[in-house]
T-cell receptor
Framework: DAKTTQPTSMDCAEGRAANLPCNHS???????VYWYRQIHSQGPQYIIH???NNETNEMASLIITEDRKSSTLILPHATLRDTAVYYC??????????????FGTGTLLAVQP | DAMVIQNPRYQVTQFGKPVTLSCSQT?????MYWYQQKSSQAPKLLFH???????NEADTPDNFQSRRPNTSFCFLDIRSPGLGDAAMYLC???????????????FGPGTRLTVT
């Protein structure tokens, strides 16, 4: 079973920041928070991951609470092409047989013009 | 630059007729995965290879098999497709990204299987 809880859907106006929450209250000390997204009819795409510090890359920012029980993915200026299902996944971060992704239901982000 | 390639993108097969889906990668990753994604559902892991070691998920039906003849290629064989096997099949690879602590997975575009 997925270890995360996300809202089923969210709307965001184009050009505004999209803030996608994720609850992972049972996260273990060695588990990272990963975010992927899946645009319609495409394979999932990696966005960002983090352990306990906030992270930023060219796609998004990841804010993890101090107790690590929840996190927020931030798309700073959402565009119509960001419309997708966003998956928050927790897992250990090392290669090998346990490097599996267990997808939850995700959040469908609809960016409105 | 395509990194994980799946062929064909769309496959139609008849009920009970064996079908093979293929996946190739240019990333030289040692781990390759197969996921099944049914309509309006999240991807579900079927099995994966760590190098040549095959790892089956406990709830993957015996009807699904896989082969990995070399690092670059991996195949998904469905021995006797049923109507319930109609889905998108996603291939992914994973390996350590140079200079980082990241082991993100790279997904192909998927093969949509229709069973008639």
């Amino acid at each position: 079973d997925a270890k995360t809880t996300q809202p089923t859907s969210m709307d965001c106006a184009e050009g505004r920041a999209a803030n996608l929450p994720c609850n992972h209250s049972t996260i273990s000390g060695n588990e990272y928070v990963y975010w992927y997204r899946q645009i319609h009819s495409q394979g999932p795409q990696y966005i960002i991951h983090g352990l306990k510090n906030n992270e930023t890359n060219e796609m998004a920012s990841l804010i993890i609470t101090e107790d690590r029980k929840s996190s927020t993915l931030i798309l700073p200026h959402a565009t119509l092409r960001d419309t997708a299902v966003y998956y928050c996944i927790v897992r250990p971060n090392y290669g090998g047989a346990t490097n599996k992704l267990i997808f939850g239901t995700g959040t469908l982000l609809a960016v409105q013009p | 630059d395509a990194m994980v390639i799946q062929n064909p993108r769309y496959q139609v097969t008849q009920f009970g007729k064996p079908v093979t889906l293929s996946c190739s990668q240019t990333l030289n990753h040692n781990v390759m995965y197969w996921y099944q994604q049914k309509s309006s559902q999240a991807p579900k892991l079927l099995f994966h290879y760590y190098d040549k070691d095959f790892n089956n998920e406990a709830d993957t039906p015996d009807n699904f098999q896989s082969r990995r003849p070399n690092t670059s290629f991996c195949f998904l064989d469905i021995r006797s497709p049923g109507l319930g096997d109609a889905a998108m099949y996603l291939c992914a690879t994973s390996g350590r990204t140079s200079g980082t602590d990241s082991y993100e997975q790279y997904f192909g575009p998927g093969t949509r299987l229709t069973v008639t």
